[in-house]
């Protein structure tokens, strides 16, 4: 069953919250990173099916109806959440102009060890199993997940292969399909592991043996062949 959406409330402070209200302005940023960093605790406390609106409004010290005007319900407000995470380290790779200057081998390991490091962050890794663990009671959130995570990173990643393929670096056909089996390749071990092992153990684990294998594996496939072996 799809989760409901939670009908805004009335702006009146919640009680044992220090300041309730509007967020003054000029300090829409701050106050943004307070509500995702708020809602990160609760949900990491309590679950998804347990978190509400209410606790994160008490949580951040704000009203219910200014966590309703930036966001619907608390599904979108978890995907807020991991997005935040997920951007983070995936604008720090794409944005520089270094990845370009990477031989290819390693803008891929670049990559790979983005996504991976992620994985291996404790939080990270606790809020993606909430997620997993409530994906079927509630569908909704784990749509909008994939919608808004997977499709970022994989755009991303096809991003950077129609340049290498423009330099001639690369023979792809499908640059978004082969982003996203390249993605799926690097995650399937992480995949593995967030379905059997505890976020400690996860956070201990190396996988850079996993993605050079992976990495392997593409490029044998997509690298450009000589004029002798098209010939020969």
């Known amino acids: 069953m799809n989760e409901p959406i939670e009908p805004p409330q009335t702006d009146q402070p919640t ?107 404790p939080e990270a890794a606790a809020l993606f199993r909430i997620v997993a663990a409530e994906a079927q009671r509630f569908p909704a959130l784990a749509q909008k997940m994939r919608a808004s995570t997977k499709t970022r990173v994989v755009s991303a990643i096809a991003t950077y292969f129609r340049g290498q393929i423009q330099k001639g670096n690369l023979r792809l056909g499908e640059p978004e399909r082969c982003a996203a089996l390249f993605m799926q390749m690097v995650c399937a071990e992480v995949h593995e592991c967030f379905l059997f092992g505890s976020p400690e153990e996860i956070s201990k684990l190396d996988f850079r043996a996993h993605l050079n294998q992976v990495i392997d594996i593409f490029l044998n496939g997509a690298a450009p062949r000589r004029a002798a072996d098209e010939t020969g």
């Not at 829409?28 to 990173?33: G, K, N, T, V, Y």
């Not at 995702?36 to 309590?46: E, G, N, S």
Request: aromatic letters at 4%; charged letters at 30%; glycine letters at 8%.
């Open 15 to 121: 009680v044992g919250s220090p300041r309730v209200g509007r967020p003054r302005r000029g300090t829409e940023a701050a106050r943004s990173d307070c509500l995702i960093a708020a809602a990160t605790r609760v949900f990491l406390r309590d679950g998804y099916g347990s978190a509400s609106i209410d606790k994160v409004a008490r949580e951040a010290g704000i009203s219910t109806r200014t966590i309703y005007e930036r966001f619907r319900n608390k599904a979108d407000l978890l995907v807020s959440v991991i997005s935040r995470l997920v951007e983070r380290d995936m604008a720090t790779v794409f944005a520089t102009a270094e990845l370009d200057r990477l031989e290819v081998r390693q803008a891929l390991l670049a990559i790979g060890e983005t996504i991976t490091g992620r994985a291996c962050d």
